[in-house]
Nanobody
Framework: VQLQASGGGLVQAGGSLRLSCAASGRTFSSYVMGWFRQAPGKEREFVAA????????YYVDSVKGRSTISRDNAKNTVYLQMNSLKPEDTAVYYC?????????????????????WGQGTLVTVSS
């Protein structure tokens, strides 16, 4: 599967952005989808993930209540709606796909469970 992330940009603190990730290739609905981010000088970290049907979603604590992950299997696209953005949300955001069977929130958050990665989209939040 090939992944193309978009929707990043420069936004003021308190603003909102919606990231999109379009997938092509094998059946999109067969993949768990995740969003990760990497700030300058830091390791890549988990942001959110959603199961194949879209019925379950998982978030890192720092974005809970401010972000929503969703997917449209008919459009082969996963979204990340981010509200109340903070300067510490500044990072390159990557979408990723996993064809593994995952159990529990911890497994959804591990980068090693995702084999397919998009190119990243930069989100910059100014204070």
């Amino acid at each position: 599967v090939q992944l193309q992330a978009s929707g990043g940009g420069l936004v003021q603190a308190g603003g909102s952005l919606r990231l999109s990730c379009a997938a092509s290739g094998r059946t999109f609905s067969s993949y768990v989808m995740g969003w990760f981010r990497q700030a300058p000088g830091k390791e890549r970290e988990f942001v959110a993930a959603i199961n194949r049907s879209g019925s379950s979603a998982y978030y890192v604590d720092s974005v809970k209540g401010r972000s929503t992950i969703s997917r449209d299997n008919a459009k082969n696209t996963v979204y990340l709606q981010m509200n109340s953005l903070k300067p510490e949300d500044t990072a390159v955001y990557y979408c990723a796909a996993s064809d593994r069977v995952l159990y529990g929130s911890i497994s959804y958050s591990k980068t090693y469970n995702y084999f397919y990665w998009g190119q990243g989209t930069l989100v910059t939040v100014s204070s």
